[in-house]
């Protein structure tokens, strides 16, 4: 498996690869999404993950582009360990995109397979790094 970095990619909705509903999940916390030990890692090829704000996330959560694919959320009820920015209403629980990257591979990091972070749990901290040293 190749490291992580290699397979991780950024795009805007109109550059979005074509996403096949077997093989897809998108990160966005609903009634009935996986958890990430639900998840089948030799079937799983692509993770979306959106980076907006809430009401502009559940607004991309009802597009067309994601229509039939799988939902997954993280467990628990996270809260952010940094600051975030926040408009109208909002909660204290959810976290901001790359602190739920770094918990998602967490969550993970037991199961890949030939990978170095295998039983690693702080095999991602380094994610996080430019956000612990400006908090």
């Known amino acids: 498996m ?3 970095c290699a ?8 550059q979005l690869p074509q996403l096949h509903l077997s093989n897809t999940v998108l ?6 999404a996986l958890l990430p030990d639900q998840l089948d890692l030799q079937q799983l090829h692509h993770v979306v993950i959106l980076d907006s704000k809430w009401r502009k996330a ?3 959560n009802q597009d067309k582009a994601f229509e039939g694919i799988k939902r997954m959320k993280l467990p628990g009820s996270p809260r ?8 109208g209403e909002t909660s204290d629980e959810g976290v901001c995109t790359i602190e739920a990257l770094h918990l998602l591979l967490q969550a993970l990091a ?3 397979q030939d990978h170095p972070c295998q039983g690693d749990p702080h095999y991602f901290d380094n994610l996080l790094w ?3 040293f400006q908090h």
């Open 58 to 60: 559940r607004e991309l």
């Open 27 to 32: 990160m966005f916390p609903s009634d009935g």
């Open 7 to 14: 397979l991780l990619h950024t795009c805007g909705m109109e």
């Open 80 to 87: 952010s360990r940094f600051w975030r920015f926040h408009t």
């Open 130 to 132: 430019y956000f612990a």
């Open 110 to 112: 037991g199961r890949l």
């Open 2 to 4: 190749p490291y992580c």
